[in-house]
């Protein structure tokens, strides 16, 4: 009889994983099913408490500032602590958009409907121009 699992994660690529560990012996075949489970269900928990935090910050985007944030402030994630002591850290702006406290946030164009995306003749002025249309854009709020 065949059973399947239906897991989030490949279990066979678990199991060659484990297999280049020359500690790990021999795997009994459900080991990798665990793994696969536990990771799922790990990765859940991890993405709703960087959900929550972004969240907190009012802001629509998860971004690694957030995650950053989660693991350094969450002491079931604080092992994960070196390997984002890289990341960014998040800037925090008092603009007129509240601030989500997360990178990326300064008022920067962006791209999506309705926006000013980094295309268009803004983007093909010279420097001196370009300046002078930020200033002016910045001074008439538009």
Known sequence: MNKRYKTKFPVARIKKIMRTDDDVG??????????????????????????????????????????????????????????V????????????????????????PTKGKGGRGRGGAAARDEPAVKEERIKKEHDYGV
């Open 85 to 108: 002591e890289n990341l960014p850290d998040p800037v925090v702006t008092g603009g007129p958009e509240g601030g989500d406290g997360s990178a990326g946030s300064s008022g920067a």
């Open 26 to 83: 021999k795997v009994a075949q459900v080991t990798p099913v665990l793994i696969s489970k536990a990771l799922e269900l790990f990765m859940a928990a991890l993405i709703e408490e960087t959900c929550k935090e972004s969240r907190s910050r009012m802001s629509k985007k998860m971004t690694t500032a957030h995650l950053k944030r989660t693991i350094l402030e969450v002491d079931t994630f604080d092992f994960l602590a070196p390997l």
